[in-house]
Every structure is written in C-alpha cells, then in structure tokens.
C-alpha cells in the first residue's frame, strides 16, 4: 500500500512539473518570438546620385560587397542629396539607404532618419575660365555659371553661400548642370563657371585640374564660413596636386568640404545596418588626400542622430556571429539565441524547482504520520492513570506498521529513521502506564 502510495505521488508530481515546465516554456518562446525581428530582406534599395559622380561610383562598391552575401542592392540614380532624403523620408519610395551631404536636413525635418556615420570629405569645388576675379564676384556678372541640379546638395550649399554674401540670382545665369555635364560644358567654353560637390577621386574633378584653360577658386575667409557653418570643414589642395608636371594648381587652394553621410530609415534591419557599416569600412577606410587612413567612416551625427547599431559597431565592431560566420547564418545563429536566452532563462529554475517539489512532497508523507504521532500523544496526555489505553497502543501499532513499510529515497531515509525512533519513545510511554 505503502508503495502504490509512493509511486502515485511521484506521478503525480512529474505530471504536475512536466505541465507547469510546458506552459512556462510556451510561454517563453512566445515572447521571445515576439521580441524576434523579422528576417532581413534580400532586396535592399540605394540611392545615390547624378551619373557619373561620386556617389553613383561608390554605390556600385557596396552593392558587390551586398552581392557576396546573397543581397540585391538595388542602385537608384538622382539629382543629389536633396533627393536622396526625399526618398528615404518617403516610405513609399522604397528607399531605405541613401547618401547624403552634410548640412541639407536635421532630425526635426527627418524624424525617421537616422545616420551610419560620415564617410569623406565632399569639397565644393569652384572651377571657372575666361572670368577677371580682380573684381571678386563681381567678374561673374552676366556670365553662365552651372550651381548643380534640382535637388542636389551643390545648388542648396551654392545658393546658401551666395545669399550669405548679399548675392542675389541677378549677378549670373544660374544653370542646372550635374557635375558631368557642368565638366564638359565648362571645357567645350559653353559655361564660364561651375561648382559642384564631390569627391577629390571624382573623374570630373581630376579632368577640370589638369585643364589649361580652367581654374579654381580658393575660397576667401574659409575660417568664417567654418564658423558660421559647423557642417564645413576647411581643407587645402597643396599646389601641384593636381599635375605635378604642369603645376596645376600653382597655389595652395583652400576649399569648403562638408561630409558625406550614410543614411538609413530608421526601421531598417539591424543585420543590414551593421553590413552596410562593414562595407562603409572596407571601401572609405583608406588613406587619401583629405583624410587619413582610418579616419573615415566615423561615429558623427552632422545633422541625424546616430543609430544604436551604429553606436555598437563603431564601439565594438561587426557582431560576434558575423565576425566567424557566413551573413545569413550569423542571422540565423543570432535569432536563435534571441529565441534560446529566455526559454533557457526559464527553463533552468523550473528544473531546479523540481526536486525541491519532490522533497517537499516527501517530507510531507513523513511529516503526515508525526501529526498522527502527536495527535496519540496529546490523547495520552489527557487520559487519566485509570483510563484503558489498549486501543491507543493498538493505533500506534499501526502508525509503526505503516512506518516500517515506507518507500523513501535515500536522501529522505534518515527523517524515516527519526520518525521510528519517536514512535518508540510514544510506545515506552504508553507501556509505563
């Protein structure tokens, strides 16, 4: 009897801890999968900018990098960054990453916008011929000048600057040229004058340097136009750099540059945010003629503030599953331990729980019968000296009986030992009276 009893609790118990381990572990793994993002997309879309600058050249740099981890990097052309953050402000654009030029946004106009950090210097160049400068700007009156596209970063930078000097469209045709089309312009004397932004490594850049008949502009009160503006930087163009054979420039130039930026919407996946950080590494990292080696990217918010992966990237580097493994199973390893940490979280206590459940039962049958031993005590107690007692002997016979055919573990053998041992005290009570 003794035994059945045993074995019915023990299943009871298992049953008991096997559904509670069930229902807290259900539990978990619906709020880890709650907690899951979603798996990233395969198809990511960029845009970028005007054909044949710097920004279209580079999006071909990222989007082979994109390609090696099984990801479609979708490269869309535009004016600049003007249109750029229109189309990642746009959620219907299908833009999610774009590059854009420092100084054109902020976080109040972009709430969904965030930044990966800034990737270069973009200095506005100011190339020019056929034009007398010893009357400053005033030798521009009624020429051509080409100040950048709708929607580009060079026409919004341009027109600020120009309205911060007193000058009004009136002193030249503006004309909406990309930085191609202004650099053939320009060296076919269609134009008289163009500024763009872009890179020193920008093909037009290059061609309009070593062209005899273009110059360039070096900027006057560079330090005030820094001041006013905490999105420029000043940097100079050492003479020479251009050609060294020709001396092109004769003279150290001092240009204003802002910096090009990455941004991202904000609700992009996390993996893609940290692989576009390490393809941001592997191609601006170099050493260049603005910059040293391992200056860029860098942890700036300009004008968008920083994005949480950003932060940890730039803190601690990729993530330690795609540091060792291939992109999507690194993203798979990742999301199962997302899915692994609180089931595990709950699941080891609840297993720890049980055996203390178990010995609580044991104790309990033990701690049963020493109720009925005290219950046989307190009776005695109270009976006089006259009184039969043969049935309370009878009843302890019976309690010892039951003792003597318990079933315990081991570790609970010694509470069984006790509990003989104060049965036979009661018993040499009751044989004394």
């Given at each position: ?8 609790v ?31 997309p ?118 600020e ?33 163009a500024?763009m ?13 070593r ?28 003479a ?10 004769p ?38 003629i ?133 049965i ?10």
């Open positions: 009897m003794a035994d059945f009893e045993s074995n019915v023990r299943r009871r118990l298992a049953l008991i801890a096997t559904l509670v381990t069930l229902v807290i572990v259900i539990a978990a793994v619906w709020a880890a999968f709650a907690l899951l993002q979603p798996t990233p395969r198809k990511v879309v960029m845009s970028t900018g005007p054909e044949g600058s710097a920004y279209a050249h580079v999006g071909v740099l990222y989007r082979e990098l994109f390609a090696r981890e099984g990801i479609d990097l979708e490269l869309r052309l535009s004016a600049g960054a003007l249109e750029n953050l229109a189309r990642l402000n746009d959620p219907q654009s299908g833009v999610s990453v774009a590059f854009v030029q420092g100084g054109t946004t902020d976080h109040a106009h972009s709430p969904d916008l965030e930044t990966l950090g800034t990737l270069s210097y973009e200095p506005l160049w100011f190339f020019y011929r056929d034009v007398d400068l010893s009357r400053g700007m005033e030798g521009f009156r009624g020429k051509r000048i080409s100040i950048g596209a709708e929607g580009s970063g060079t026409r919004a930078l341009t027109l600057l120009l309205k911060r000097n007193g000058i009004d469209e009136k002193l030249a045709e503006y004309l909406p040229y990309s930085p191609r089309t202004a650099g053939e312009k320009l060296l076919s004397g269609e134009i008289q004058a500024l932004v872009t890179s020193w490594d920008s093909p037009v850049v290059q061609t309009l340097l062209a005899d008949k273009v110059q360039i502009v070096s900027f006057p009160r560079v330090d005030a136009y820094v001041a006013l503006y905490p999105f420029l930087s000043k940097l100079v163009l050492p020479g750099v251009g050609d060294l054979a020709t001396n092109r420039p003279n150290d130039v001092f240009l204003l540059a802002p910096k090009a930026s990455l941004a991202v919407r904000h609700d992009l996946h996390p993996a893609i945010q940290y692989l576009l950080l390490d393809a941001a590494a592997q191609i601006h990292s170099g050493p260049g603005f910059q040293k080696a391992g200056q860029f990217p860098a942890a700036e918010s300009m004008d968008l503030p920083l994005s949480e992966n950003a932060r940890q990237f730039y803190k601690s580097g990729r993530p330690f599953f795609q540091r060792y493994l291939p992109f999507w199973l690194a993203v798979l390893a990742g999301q199962l331990v997302v899915l692994l940490i609180p089931v595990v979280g709950v699941l080891y206590p609840t297993l720890r729980l049980i055996p203390s459940l178990y010995g609580w039962a044991m104790r309990r049958r033990i701690f049963r019968l020493y109720g009925e031993l005290k219950f046989l005590e307190s009776e005695l107690d109270r009976r006089a000296a006259s009184d039969d007692i043969q049935d309370l002997s009878a009843r302890l016979d019976k309690l010892e009986e039951r003792a003597n055919h318990f079933r315990m573990p081991t570790a609970f053998t010694h509470m069984l030992y006790t509990l003989r041992l104060h036979s005290l009661v018993r040499g009570r009751i044989e004394k009276r």
